[in-house]
């Protein structure tokens, strides 16, 4: 795609993007003669997305053509709605880049004319920048409200706070002059239910009304935040990664990125984190900046016109996502490059790093958490490494990827069950019974308890004399000025009572995490974090730590063990070793850190090289070319083109011999997205390349305004109509809708090429050729089917399930 020779191939005619759909949404996109069915439960309804009305584009003509032919397609009246796309079709993007080639130019050549054609030029250059920034400042401000709202729902579900009900309880315990060092998150002002409601605070009694308050709200927050994802957005459930991954490589879904389903999953995503799901609200973030980019991005021509440039700013907006939701702005970038683009021009580098530079800062204005951070979960490690350390970090690498294998193939496999069995038509029921079981399971351990972001920042940050955690109870024997001497400095019943707790709660948070990612709910994936324990006589300490030292920095395993499980699960590396550094500012941790993350990498590929948003896009069946993946087979062109030998004739269209009727009947006998011009049945010359939306909205253009076109009328694709007789009704020309310069291929191209061909340019489909004569077609589809065969894999049961 960053060759400008390869697009100087593109043809681009007259473009408005404002038209219903004239298919249905199940007439989805295909040129090889299958329908792919995307079939819907009741609670997938699908919304329709934000509409604008368009206007003209002039014609782009490039690469063969003479310059006679351009005046002459520049003198017929354009035809509204050809060039758009239907809902679950993919967009051309040497189309759309040719398109905007042709509108960069019309503004250079015309801004010399006068003062105001000057300042809309200006506007033109200025409108990505405008457009990112106004991403990020709505992403900062969205993030900042969900943290705000989140930590207060949470805590809503203990108590109240009396003096302020819309402080949380840290808040609430701030100005008290009543609270002691020893119980520091106890004050008069914050009341539990139990005292609210009973007048107790201990006993067996207030236990029970606050446990069964706790479960209360849970439920209540599960239940609203079902119920108005099923009723008003259903594209608001998930993570959203792996959609906007689709989106990003060309994939059109109507309303994924609308304004109500930015309002939904605002509000649902507050509430299933309120509700302690063991879910995490990274993803969805990304899900809320990508519906704010598309969103600002109606309000300029530039972008609105045209899908290839819109998704510019959803790569900018993917960025500023991830950037508010780890407080990662250089973090954000690289996983915009790494993960979700699909096509990633130098520009779009920096708008991505200018629109995850604003939301940053906008979160940091906000200060969600009143410490300065745009996280909950920052620390600080001052403390250096030692090289027998590395062990211990592989260690962790290991138990990441074979963490993120197992999790990977149980979600998938539960997810696919889900929508193979009855159990998926009730999506309410699903969430009320997993929230039902987290919550009753969650509230005796305090580890489950707790909200994500305290867990982990309780497990990230070192143990010191303000800490109050029973994993720091053994740093009571320490005083101020002098530590005891090692053999005293023993860990007190607390600890070992702790380790319990925490490694029950990870073996809770496994099990639940894997029925949980997936529900009808906003649900990121949660990290899981890891405890470290050690004692100075161990083996592995004796010759490196020094007696009434701190060798071992607990935390820092934690935060290694948190990379390694999340790199196991994504399969993710520079961009979350870079995410996790900026969490930590620590730059010295960047070795160990990346021991883990690509130990993980290497033993999770061990066992499939999806990571889970991989899966997730095979599991939906949505065309999704993934550049990773390598192409290693022999095969050729015609091996994988359509027809195939017991398949019947290709449907094409000769280029000035048939009528109106026939045409017709080709359109309504068949399902193709488009149908190949050829000079005649006996010569199979190529001509060019005609879609089926554009013939469709050209028949009903041409029959409102010209008079004369009936069934009879012949229909033709060259520059001058045929010969007819004189009593002949007047003939139909459709020329301005041909691609003169399709791709295309020999039947002897190895499909090695082909594929990166497709990936390169991101087509829809290339025609194959011998000797100049067409023998077949070969879509996007035709090749997603041809690598699940090479991978055993049944193609018809991964496509559009």
């Avoid at 308050?213 to 599960?222: D, I, N, R």
């Avoid at 899981?528 to 060798?551: I, N, Q, T």
């Avoid at 934690?558 to 620590?586: Q, Y």
Wanted: hydrophobic content about 45%.
């Amino acid at each position: 795609m960053e060759s400008e020779q390869l697009f100087n191939r593109g043809y681009c005619r007259n473009s408005y993007n404002s038209i219903t759909s004239a298919s249905s949404d199940e007439e989805l996109l295909d040129g090889a003669g299958v329908i792919m069915d995307f079939h819907t439960t009741e609670d997938d309804n699908l919304l329709d997305g934000d509409a604008s009305p368009g206007k003209t584009w002039p014609i782009c003509l490039t690469g063969g053509v003479s310059s006679s032919t351009h005046l002459l397609d520049l003198l017929e009246e354009p035809i509204p709605g050809v060039g758009t796309y239907d809902d679950f079709h993919t967009i051309d993007w040497v189309r759309e880049k040719c398109k905007d080639r042709e509108r960069h130019r019309k503004i250079n050549s015309k801004k010399k004319e006068s003062a105001w054609e000057f300042t809309k030029s200006l506007y033109d250059a200025w409108s990505g920048w405008l457009v990112v920034t106004l991403t990020g400042l709505a992403s900062g401000a969205l993030a900042g409200v969900i943290d705000i709202a989140a930590d207060w729902m949470n805590d809503l579900k203990e108590g109240v706070c009396l003096s302020a009900m819309w402080f949380n309880h840290e808040q609430c315990c701030w100005g008290s002059n009543e609270t002691t060092f020893a119980e520091r998150d106890k004050c008069p002002q914050w009341k539990t239910w139990a005292e609210l409601i009973l007048g107790q605070a201990e006993g067996p009694g207030s236990y029970i009304m606050n446990y069964f308050m706790y479960t209360y709200w849970a439920l209540s927050f599960a239940f609203l935040a079902v119920c108005l994802v099923k009723v008003f957005a259903p594209y608001a459930c998930g993570s959203g990664i792996p959609e906007i991954k689709t989106i990003l490589s060309g994939f059109i879904i109507r309303g994924y990125l609308g304004k109500w389903t930015l309002v939904i999953k605002t509000i649902t995503l507050v509430l299933a984190v309120a509700s302690g799901l063991s879910l995490g609200k990274e993803g969805p973030l990304v899900h809320v900046a990508c519906c704010c980019g598309n969103i600002f991005s109606y309000l300029f021509p530039k972008y609105s016109k045209n899908e290839a440039k819109k998704r510019e700013v959803l790569s900018a907006a993917s960025a500023a996502g991830v950037s508010v939701a780890f407080g990662a702005p250089i973090g954000g970038v690289l996983f915009s490059l790494e993960e979700v683009s699909y096509y990633f021009p130098l520009k779009t580098l920096w708008r991505s790093f200018f629109a995850a530079l604003v939301a940053a800062f906008v979160l940091r204005s906000i200060n969600p958490f009143g410490n300065s951070r745009l996280v909950l979960f920052y620390v600080e490690y001052h403390t250096p490494w030692y090289l027998f350390e590395l062990v211990p970090f592989i260690l962790l690498g290991v138990f990441g990827g074979l963490w993120g294998a197992f999790f990977i193939r149980a979600n998938i496999a539960w997810c696919r069950r889900r929508k193979s069995t009855r159990f998926g038509k009730y999506p309410v029921l699903e969430v009320i019974t997993v929230a039902a079981i987290t919550a009753i399971v969650a509230f005796p351990n305090p580890y489950t308890r707790q909200n994500t972001s305290e867990l982990i920042k309780e497990l990230f940050t070192d143990c010191g004399p303000l800490e109050s955690s029973q994993l720091c109870q053994y740093r009571s024997q320490m005083n101020g000025s002098q530590a005891y001497p090692a053999g005293t400095d023993t860990a007190t019943p607390g600890v070992y009572s702790a380790m319990w707790q925490l490694s029950l709660a990870l073996i809770f948070k496994i099990i639940m995490t894997i029925f949980t990612f997936g529900l009808k709910v906003p649900s990121g994936l949660f990290i899981p974090s890891m405890l470290a324990y050690y004692h100075h006589d161990w083996f592995l300490f004796k010759e490196w730590c020094e007696v009434g030292a701190d060798c071992i920095t607990p935390g820092l395993y934690a935060m290694v063990g948190a990379a390694a499980c999340l790199g196991g699960v994504t399969r993710m590396t520079v961009s979350l070793v870079v995410i996790v550094f900026e969490l930590t500012g620590g730059l010295e941790y960047i070795v160990p850190l990346m021991a883990a993350v690509m130990t993980s990498k290497w033993v999770g590929d061990a066992f499939g090289r999806e990571g889970i948003y991989e899966a997730h896009i095979r599991l939906n069946g949505y065309p999704f070319l993934d550049a990773k993946e390598e192409f290693t087979h022999t095969t050729l062109a015609r091996e994988v083109m359509r027809p195939r030998r017991s398949d019947p004739p290709l449907a094409v269209l000769t280029q000035d011999d048939l009528t109106l009727a026939e045409l017709q009947a080709v359109i309504s006998q068949t399902s193709y997205n488009g149908f190949p011009v050829i000079v005649s049945k006996e010569s199979q010359r190529l001509v060019g390349f005609a879609l089926r939306r554009d013939i469709t909205i050209a028949i009903e253009n041409a029959r409102r305004k010209q008079e004369g076109i009936v069934l009879n009328s012949r229909v033709y694709f060259t520059q001058h109509a045929p010969t007819l007789p004189a009593d002949s009704p007047r003939p139909l020309k459709l020329r301005s809708i041909l691609d003169m310069s399709p791709f295309t291929v020999t039947d002897h191209t190895p499909m090695e090429i082909v594929v990166d061909i497709f990936r390169k340019l991101g087509l829809r489909q290339c025609l194959v050729t011998h000797n100049g004569r067409l023998l077949g077609i070969i879509t996007k589809k035709d090749i997603l089917r041809h690598m699940a065969q090479m991978a055993n894999q049944d193609p018809e049961s991964i496509m559009f399930n």
